[in-house]
């Protein structure tokens, strides 16, 4: 009997287009080994899956969805032949090249997608905003709603991955008391054909940034470091798409809440 390992050069096992995958295939037994020929294939997938709430909704689109195949490199690194007792390394190395058309993506796991982003750099876009009763939407009774204004700004909303989300906001008037603010980070996901396409959003990450009836006219900063392992790039492909927004929600001290929404983009670089 024999066991079968395969062992990456690159400790991180990070690679970008263009990059040489190389390692080793280590073979153990207790004995000779006969085989027919030792062959190593390399594929790339993007698969689309629709939330349990969408299925039903698109059947169309659910059984003409078929997974993407980005890359797919087949090598043979060993002839027929026999392999020795005890361990066996066999070289090899594979470029990673996307298939003729097709795109490499960053490597991600979603919910409802797992893909892999084309490189694109950050742009600074600062975003600056007023909360008041007055700039809310879908809300049916802003009535009940207390007189409040909050400003406040993001230094962009087009963010390298690993900086952080940056800036600050300021409670100018509140007739009630409030609770507590919070800022969270949604995730988008879209997928879907020409019959029809599924949205899901997911929050990912929620921190308070402030607690109690806080002081007027004081800035609090907004300061939030993108989870490793639940954001990517955004991406939007003719199949599918995963964006990130930031919610700013003020609680009051009776448990109503408001919100106000800003799409932003992520890159890596």
Same mark, same amino acid.
């Given at each position: ?92 190395? #594979? ?150 927004? #930031? ?23």
């Amino acid at each position: 009997m024999a066991m079968l390992d395969i062992r990456l050069k690159r400790v991180s096992k990070i690679y970008k287009e263009g990059d040489v995958v190389s390692g080793l295939v280590v073979v153990q037994s207790k004995g000779e080994v006969q085989h027919q020929g030792i062959s190593l294939v390399v594929e790339g997938i993007v698969n689309l899956q629709l939330s349990a709430k969408s299925v039903g909704v698109f059947e169309a689109f659910y059984n003409s969805i078929k997974p993407i195949q980005v890359l797919h490199y087949p090598l043979e690194i060993a002839k027929p032949g026999r392999l020795p007792s005890g361990k066996t390394e066999i070289p090899f190395e #594979i470029p990673l090249k996307p298939k003729p058309g097709k795109t490499l993506y960053e490597t991600y796991h979603g919910v409802f997608v797992n893909i892999q982003d084309q490189e694109e750099r950050a742009k600074a876009k600062p975003v600056s905003f007023t909360i008041s009763p007055e700039t809310l939407v879908n809300v049916k009774e802003k009535q009940n709603i207390p007189r409040f204004k909050v400003k406040g700004k993001l230094e962009s909303s087009c963010i390298q991955i690993t900086k952080p989300l940056k800036g600050e906001l300021t409670v100018e008037q509140c007739d009630a008391p409030i609770k507590s603010i919070e800022i969270q980070l949604v995730r988008v996901e879209t997928c879907g054909c020409a019959e029809g396409y599924a949205k899901d959003a997911t929050e990912i990450q929620n921190i308070q940034i402030a607690e109690g009836d806080v002081c007027r006219n004081l800035p609090i900063p907004i300061y939030m470091v993108f989870p490793r392992l639940f954001t990517c790039p955004t991406l939007s492909t003719n199949n599918f798409k995963v964006e990130f927004e #930031i919610n700013i929600v003020i609680i009051f001290s009776d448990d109503h809440l408001v919100t106000e929404n800003f799409p932003v983009k992520l890159t890596r670089f």
